[in-house]
C-alpha cells in the first residue's frame, strides 16, 4: 500500500461566509428550503439531508483548487512519492493556509 498526499489551499472565515453558514445549519434544523443567496454562495439547491453536508459544503467553500504546474510541482516528475514543491508567490492571494492531506 502507497501513501500519496494532496495539497489544498484554504481561505479564511469572513462574515459573508459565517452568515451563510450559520443560515445553512438553521434551515437544516428546520428542514425548510435555502434562501435563494445562501443556495447560490454554497452552489446548492436545497438543504442538504444531512448536518454533516452542511459542514461539509461550508468546508469546500473554503477551498481552493491549487493546480499542478502553475501552483506546485512533483520534485522529480517520475517519482511523486518525493514530494513536491509550491510555488509561495503564484497562489491564489485569499489563501491563508496550505493543507496537506495523506491517504493511503
Given at each position: 500500500m502507497?501513501?500519496s498526499?494532496?495539497?489544498?489551499?484554504l481561505?479564511?472565515?469572513?462574515?459573508v461566509?459565517?452568515?451563510?453558514?450559520?443560515?445553512?445549519?438553521a434551515c437544516k434544523?428546520?428542514?425548510i428550503?435555502?434562501?435563494?443567496?445562501?443556495a447560490?454562495?454554497?452552489?446548492?439547491?436545497?438543504?442538504p439531508?444531512?448536518?454533516e453536508y452542511?459542514?461539509e459544503?461550508?468546508?469546500?467553500k473554503?477551498?481552493?483548487e491549487?493546480e499542478?504546474g502553475?501552483?506546485?510541482?512533483?520534485?522529480?516528475?517520475d517519482?511523486?512519492?518525493?514530494?513536491?514543491?509550491?510555488?509561495v508567490r503564484?497562489l491564489p492571494?485569499?489563501?491563508t493556509?496550505l493543507?496537506f492531506?495523506?491517504s493511503?
Amino acid at each position: 500500500m502507497s501513501m500519496s498526499t494532496s495539497l489544498i489551499g484554504l481561505v479564511d472565515k469572513d462574515k459573508v461566509f459565517q452568515n451563510h453558514k450559520k443560515v445553512l445549519i438553521a434551515c437544516k434544523r428546520a428542514k425548510i428550503s435555502l434562501p435563494k443567496e445562501t443556495a447560490e454562495y454554497f452552489d446548492v439547491t436545497e438543504c442538504p439531508n444531512d448536518y454533516e453536508y452542511a459542514e461539509e459544503y461550508a468546508e469546500e467553500k473554503l477551498s481552493v483548487e491549487l493546480e499542478e504546474g502553475k501552483h506546485w510541482k512533483f520534485i522529480e516528475e517520475d517519482h511523486p512519492e518525493c514530494g513536491f514543491e509550491v510555488f509561495v508567490r503564484k497562489l491564489p492571494k485569499e489563501i491563508t493556509k496550505l493543507r496537506f492531506e495523506n491517504s493511503w
